[in-house]
């Protein structure tokens, strides 16, 4: 049996070999070459890309750490002066505490149940 060529064109001619659909593609060294360096820049851009990404969450990273530490210290400020305000000297300072005086004797009322004279 002699075995079946497809073919593009529509006649056949005996003895006369057309081409197939099927190409027979060949690798010699340059194409080898030229196709590892396709992957190595393939793979190149996607290390970049990665790298790139992680460089940027690590920016955005310290960029949150300053700004944790720099609410740190405002906060700290912040209870600094409540402490100061809460202080027995500033209490004693203020006009309301200077109007109060010294009660000489003391006035006890005793606690009558209702409508009982």
Known sequence: MTPLNLTRSRATTRGIRRRTLIRRIEFGPRAIVLV?????????????AEFNEIATEG??????????DRLIIENEVWNMRISDVKSLDVIQSTGKVRGMVFVDEFLYIKDEPAGEE
């Open 36 to 48: 590892t360096i396709v992957l190595v820049c393939v793979v190149s851009l996607l290390y970049l």
């Open 59 to 68: 920016v955005i990273i310290d960029s949150l750490k300053s700004q944790r």
